[in-house]
């Protein structure tokens, strides 16, 4: 395990000294709300002592420029398809001018403030200083706020201001007029099940989809109803990042309990976990569901593809939005990023609108990893049209679409279910009020109005990016905690499914010498629909509504559909099944977690029906 710790890549020296002249800037307002949102109740004026970790975000020099390289290098039809960009020039555009940083750091120092370097483009400074003195700095007024949700305390000001001459340097600062609901993790609700025996033969391509798979989904479902090769990836520089917040982790004796039951004909795994924030990576601790989720289904389905858990610590007062900017910095100052990212949590997006800066410049982070060669997938979340978690405080008004998924340069996930698939009816799906609707998605989307006509019109932004792009098996998925089966749902479940595929199809590429997959979305809404398996039942209910219904095409419940691996590698090797697709062995892909989970399922305890490996007691070492 290494623990890679937050990113701190250097230190400007600040020591200018020069003890004038802030007085004779005049301040502009930068961005100010006359009172905070619903859900965040005054409490106090913070003391004057409380430390503030402050994020400064510059002007990005060519912000645009990393859109544009991310289209091209993503597009099928483009000549560069494939032809990522390296690390140098990613951060060559999003690095902020020289001018800029010259200006921002000198008005920290003269106030004899150090900035950290806390991206690797230099794009984002982090400050620490007390109230008192963001207050002074700022023209500001920090307070307490209760977050109703959570019942934490978040501080944040009203208003604040930077001198005039900063304006064009300075984007904004994190967090200050922010108020955003945590990342809801829900806890999952999830009942506990015998861990099903599954057959140590080798199950031959396109066997029939075991009947129990319509009550529980287990590898071996997944890997017959989606065409998944069982036989190990093999391929030099392959790799598999799932990410968790607030301390989750997943156990390694749990995870080599699920393989040697899951997975007979291949029953060992593991993954490397890394920290950043300070997170948990011990993987002898005991196992939180959404990371047990996550990690027995990407290493449990990406069969041998090296897995690493990425946990972020829970040390930004901001709770897990910090962490989220913390995480795509550290997966950017690497130089081999991994080549597919799945995360299972997320926002609503709706604390992000009235200053969308900040879901911007996190959308363009993503763009930036997936300008690299990155395929980053998120779930769509678990709340069908009413946010990230079911949710009636938007019955009779707008519905609430979710953040990162209405972020048009990475993959949303949503959820399906039963053997004959239909949607699952908490597969989070609808439109950005943030982000226009890419041109990659104008036809599939276009096509779903149509059909729509007025239903739900009014509660939603047609001209938003639509979500999800596609979905995978989202209920019921089984999974092995401290010794024990549990049967978990959500989306959470759906994005380690897909994102495992990928992973699988970059094996056979990376085999092949050809470059992995990347951003996908281009492909997807191109030639990639006809290897999906289409989704045309169900709904996602929610706000008081029946939601929007799933049809034949792009629909905002299970996006484009689900995976068929055989299709898939076809078109992208476009050849017939490669050699990691045999018909002699077993592979598995992997499986990630979800959010919210819901549970099912019947008895207790693989004891019954497994070797048991006397890992109840987890020590807390
Ligand atoms: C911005 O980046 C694009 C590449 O996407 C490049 O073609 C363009 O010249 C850049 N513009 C500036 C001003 O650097
Ligand atoms: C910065 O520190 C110097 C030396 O300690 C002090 O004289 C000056 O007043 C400080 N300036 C501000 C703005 O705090
Ligand atoms: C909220 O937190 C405070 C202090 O942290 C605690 O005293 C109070 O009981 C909590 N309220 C609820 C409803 O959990
Ligand atoms: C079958 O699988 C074994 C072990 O994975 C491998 O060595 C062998 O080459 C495979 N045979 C074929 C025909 O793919």
């Not at 109803?225 to 190990?232: D, K, R, V």
């Not at 039963?418 to 276009?446: C, H, L, T, W």
């Not at 068929?564 to 077993?586: E, I, M, P, Q, Y």
């Not at 959010?595 to 029906?609: G, K, L």
């Amino acid at each position: 395990m290494v623990a890679a710790g937050l990113l701190v890549l250097s230190l400007f020296s600040l020591a200018l000294g020069r003890p004038t002249s802030d007085s004779c800037d005049d301040l502009h307002v930068l961005r100010s709300r006359s009172a905070a949102p619903r859900g965040f109740t005054w409490k106090q004026k913070a003391t004057a002592e409380t430390m503030l970790n402050l994020r400064i975000a510059l002007v990005q020099n060519n912000a645009t420029g990393v859109e544009s390289a991310l289209y091209d290098v993503s597009n099928p039809a483009s000549e560069n398809y494939g032809h990522h960009l390296t690390k140098a020039e990613v951060e060559a555009m999003v690095a902020p001018s020289a001018e800029s940083v010259q200006k921002v750091t000198a008005w920290l120092g003269k106030n004899n403030i150090t900035a950290t370097k806390i991206s690797p483009a230099g794009d984002w400074l982090g400050i620490n200083v007390p109230v008192s003195k963001a207050n002074a700095l700022l023209n500001a007024d920090f307070s307490e706020y209760l977050v109703d949700k959570t019942n934490t305390t978040a501080v944040r000001t009203l208003a604040y201001s930077v001198p005039e001459t900063l304006k064009d340097h300075l984007a904004f600062i994190y967090p200050t007029t922010h108020f955003i609901e945590p990342a809801q993790k829900t806890t999952p609700s999830f009942q506990i099940v015998d861990l099903p025996s599954t057959s140590k033969r080798r199950r031959s391509r396109r066997a029939a989809v075991p009947a129990a798979c319509d009550q529980q989904i287990t590898p071996e479902c997944l890997q017959a109803l989606y065409n998944i090769p069982t036989t190990p990836a093999s391929a030099k520089g392959n790799s598999l990042a799932v990410s968790g917040f607030i301390n989750e982790i997943a156990n390694q004796d749990d995870l080599n309990e699920f393989m040697s039951v899951l997975r007979p004909d291949s029953p060992t795994g593991s993954f490397n976990a890394v920290s950043v924030d300070k997170g948990i990576t011990n993987t002898k601790s005991p196992g939180t569901v959404e990371a047990t989720l996550d990690i027995q289904y990407t290493v449990g389905i990406a069969t041998n593809v090296p897995t690493t858990f990425v946990s972020v610590g829970n040390q930004n007062q901001d709770g897990d939005l910090g962490g989220f900017l913390d995480i795509i910095n550290f997966l950017l100052d690497q130089d081999a990023p991994p080549l597919v990212l799945t995360t299972s949590f997320g926002f609503n997006e709706i604390g992000f609108e009235q200053e969308p800066d900040l879901a911007v410049s996190l959308c363009t982070a993503y763009g930036q990893l997936g300008a690299r060669g990155t395929s980053i997938l998120f779930a769509s979340g678990d709340g069908g049209v009413s946010g990230s978690q079911s949710n009636d405080a938007c019955n009779g008004q707008a519905f609430i679409p979710t953040f990162p998924s209405g972020c048009p340069f990475l993959t949303s996930v949503g959820s399906t279910q039963g053997v004959k698939e239909v949607a699952a009816d908490f597969s989070s799906g609808g439109f950005s009020n943030i982000f226009a609707r890419p041109s990659y998605q104008d036809d599939a989307v276009a096509a779903y109005l149509d059909k729509l006509g007025n239903t739900n019109a009014g509660l939603f932004n047609p001209q938003g990016r639509a979500f999800p792009d596609v979905s995978a098996q989202g209920v019921n998925f089984v999974v092995d905690v401290g010794g024990q089966g549990q049967g978990v749902s959500g989306t959470s479940a759906s994005s380690p499914t897909f994102a495992s595929v990928i992973a699988l199809l970059n094996d056979e590429l990376l085999n092949a010498g050809k470059a992995p997959l990347g951003f996908l979305n281009p492909l997807l809404y191109s030639t990639g629909a006809a290897a999906l398996n289409d989704i045309t039942e169900g709904s996602n209910p929610g706000c008081g509504t029946d939601g929007f219904p799933a049809e034949a095409g792009w629909d905002p419940v299970t996006g484009l559909g689900t995976p068929d691996f055989a299709k898939l590698l076809t078109l992208v090797t476009g050849s017939a099944a490669g050699s990691n697709a045999g018909s002699n062995s077993t592979a598995s892909a992997t499986a990630v977690a979800t959010e919210s989970a819901t549970a099912t399922a019947s008895s207790a305890a693989a004891s019954t029906t497994t070797t048991k490996k006397g890992h109840h007691n987890h020590k807390n070492n």
